[in-house]
């Protein structure tokens, strides 16, 4: 065992019988009670929401892992007797209740960190306000294309924990990484980190831009010049955490020549070292659209480059590589219009990367929970494409004011996502496109991005070609 797993693992055989509080029933909370009971610790599951019923959480447990379930209120005596803290990632930093534990200087993880100083092998870790599963997905089969033990984990969908416990020195771990998991690690270094772009999101959780950008630097914060960061030098978020990073920096830019990393020259990415240019591919020869996925591309290309991936592999992987489901994702074309899923765009930044994405008019579908985002750039990057707007969920006010004041005119509320679909097919004519980019989070109307995307796949698959 090198030095590093040695690092990584050290606090945890301390773990051994202890108790350890795990907050929140969702994927992460279960991988990490699952990861905890394994090396014998003694995991107690806790979620507040007290509509919850304990033989429902406990279905969702592995067969063979056990552990004590409390719902609604946390006992004060089970609080005192927890040794550490490991939160999901929906769970705020900054309540009372986690600050509770602080002041007894109970260590508080997140399920990044846990599975971090329990796995072995190397890591790359991405992170980015828009365009990480995109960039994971693309990290995850570029290197499974050279290295025969990969996982591709975290924010993606898969908890880092379920596969930390069976990683070997020769596992090359690929983590999507959110702000909400970076609040969270204290040792959590990975062998490549790379962040894609930062914009404003989550400012209902993270309250100033400071903070949001603060969470995702931490990706970086263990790293030495022995690592690796990729980073996008037209962000201005991005550029100023290069000029501290703590790890050797590698950049990409789609709007300008670099003399060291990777650009856009017209419709070629292209990779400038040590003074010398080489043209690697043309961007039409990849299956993705949309320049915020040449961003993509390139921050991938960089990072599996980083990780010691032959060129000729990466660009093949590349050249072949669909687009991940939600993400400006084509569905159906019916009646001559042309349906896109971009479900997974949450927030303004990333719906500025949808619309743009188009090249024809549109009818776009936006709105939905308000995470105290501002509407004028996307709106702005409208320019023109967007011949009908309809709008849903508990921003479409909000969001119609602001259009309003950028001269948008035709606009559309819709009291439920049925209803917008049926008002763009009312809108949308033969060589139009109708874009589902919301620029909103999901809840209120649905569980996650991915329900509100397979409802629209559906509707769209409902639909009859014109006889």
Same mark, same amino acid.
């Given at each position: 065992?090198?030095?590093?797993?040695?690092?990584?693992?050290?606090?945890?055989?301390?773990?051994?019988?202890?108790?350890?509080?795990?907050?929140?029933?969702?994927?992460?909370?279960?991988?990490?009670?699952?990861?905890? $009971?394994?090396?014998?610790?003694?995991?107690?599951?806790?979620?507040?929401?007290?509509?919850?019923?304990?033989?429902?959480?406990?279905?969702?447990?592995?067969?063979?892992?056990?552990?004590?379930?409390?719902?609604?209120v946390l006992t004060e005596e089970a609080a005192e007797a927890v040794r550490l803290v490991v939160l999901s990632p929906g769970v705020p930093?900054?309540?009372?209740?986690?600050?509770?534990?602080?002041?007894?200087?109970?260590?508080?993880?997140?399920?990044?960190?846990?599975?971090?100083?329990?796995?072995?092998?190397?890591?790359?870790?991405?992170t980015g306000t828009n365009g990480k599963t995109t960039t994971t997905s693309l990290v995850g089969e570029i290197i499974s294309a050279w290295?025969?033990?990969?996982?591709?984990?975290?924010?993606?969908?898969?908890?880092?924990?379920?596969?930390?416990?069976?990683?070997?020195?020769?596992?090359?771990?690929?983590?999507?990484?959110?702000?909400?998991?970076?609040?969270?690690?204290?040792?959590?270094?990975?062998?490549?980190?790379?962040?894609?772009?930062?914009?404003?999101?989550?400012?209902?959780?993270?309250?100033?831009?400071?903070?949001?950008?603060?969470?995702?630097?931490?990706?970086?914060?263990?790293?030495?010049?022995?690592?690796?960061?990729?980073?996008?030098?037209?962000?201005?978020?991005?550029?100023?955490?290069?000029?501290?990073?703590?790890?050797?920096?590698?950049?990409?830019?789609?709007?300008?020549?670099?003399?060291?990393?990777?650009?856009?020259?017209?419709?070629?990415?292209?990779?400038?070292?040590?003074?010398?240019?080489?043209?690697?591919?043309?961007?039409?020869?990849?299956?993705?659209?949309?320049?915020?996925?040449?961003?993509?591309?390139?921050?991938?290309?960089?990072?599996?480059?980083?990780?010691?991936?032959?060129?000729?592999?990466?660009?093949?992987?590349?050249?072949?590589?669909?687009?991940?489901?939600?993400?400006?994702?084509?569905?159906?074309?019916?009646?001559?219009?042309? $349906?896109?899923?971009?479900?997974?765009?949450?927030?303004?930044?990333?719906?500025?990367?949808?619309?743009?994405?188009?090249?024809?008019?549109?009818?776009?579908?936006?709105?939905? $929970?308000?995470?105290?985002?501002? $509407?004028?750039?996307?709106?702005?990057?409208?320019?023109?494409?967007?011949?009908?707007?309809?709008?849903?969920?508990?921003?479409?006010?909000?969001?119609?004011?602001?259009?309003?004041?950028?001269?948008?005119?035709?606009?559309?509320?819709?009291?439920?996502?049925?209803?917008?679909?049926?008002?763009?097919?009312?809108?949308?004519?033969?060589?139009?496109?109708?874009?589902?980019?919301?620029?909103?989070?999901?809840?209120?109307?649905?569980?996650?991005?991915?329900?509100?995307?397979?409802?629209?796949?559906?509707?769209?698959?409902?639909?009859?070609?014109?006889?």
């Amino acid at each position: 065992m090198n030095n590093k797993s040695t690092d990584r693992i050290h606090d945890i055989e301390a773990l051994h019988g202890r108790k350890v509080l795990v907050v929140g029933s969702g994927l992460s909370g279960v991988g990490a009670v699952e990861a905890l $009971y394994h090396i014998g610790a003694v995991p107690i599951l806790f979620d507040a929401n007290d509509k919850l019923k304990a033989e429902e959480v406990r279905e969702r447990f592995p067969q063979g892992v056990e552990a004590e379930i409390m719902l609604g209120v946390l006992t004060e005596e089970a609080a005192e007797a927890v040794r550490l803290v490991v939160l999901s990632p929906g769970v705020p930093t900054d309540t009372e209740f986690v600050e509770s534990f602080r002041r007894r200087n109970i260590p508080v993880w997140g399920e990044i960190e846990l599975a971090y100083r329990l796995g072995k092998g190397r890591v790359v870790g991405i992170t980015g306000t828009n365009g990480k599963t995109t960039t994971t997905s693309l990290v995850g089969e570029i290197i499974s294309a050279w290295y025969s033990d990969v996982d591709v984990v975290g924010n993606i969908g898969n908890p880092y924990t379920k596969t930390a416990l069976d990683s070997t020195e020769d596992t090359v771990t690929v983590a999507e990484i959110s702000s909400f998991q970076l609040e969270t690690v204290e040792r959590f270094c990975p062998d490549v980190s790379a962040i894609l772009n930062i914009t404003p999101d989550h400012l209902n959780r993270h309250h100033t831009m400071e903070n949001y950008a603060a969470a995702k630097e931490a990706v970086t914060m263990n790293q030495t010049k022995e690592h690796t960061c990729v980073l996008n030098y037209e962000n201005s978020y991005t550029k100023a955490i290069g000029e501290r990073c703590p790890a050797k920096v590698v950049w990409f830019s789609s709007m300008r020549r670099l003399d060291e990393g990777f650009y856009l020259d017209g419709d070629e990415i292209c990779q400038a070292k040590d003074g010398v240019a080489t043209s690697l591919m043309n961007i039409h020869d990849m299956n993705l659209v949309g320049m915020c996925n040449v961003e993509n591309v390139m921050a991938a290309i960089a990072i599996a480059q980083a990780m010691g991936v032959p060129m000729e592999t990466i660009l093949a992987v590349v050249k072949r590589f669909k687009a991940v489901e939600h993400r400006i994702e084509f569905v159906a074309s019916k009646r001559g219009v042309d $349906y896109y899923n971009d479900s997974k765009g949450t927030n303004p930044d990333a719906a500025i990367q949808g619309i743009r994405a188009m090249n024809r008019p549109t009818v776009l579908i936006g709105g939905g $929970y308000d995470k105290q985002s501002e $509407y004028d750039e996307w709106i702005e990057a409208f320019d023109g494409k967007v011949k009908c707007l309809v709008l849903i969920g508990q921003t479409r006010e909000k969001i119609a004011e602001c259009a309003r004041r950028h001269g948008v005119e035709n606009i559309v509320l819709a009291d439920s996502f049925e209803e917008a679909f049926r008002v763009c097919t009312e809108q949308a004519k033969e060589g139009d496109a109708v874009l589902l980019s919301p620029a909103c989070a999901s809840w209120g109307m649905f569980p996650n991005y991915e329900a509100r995307g397979n409802l629209f796949k559906e509707l769209v698959y409902g639909l009859e070609e014109a006889e």
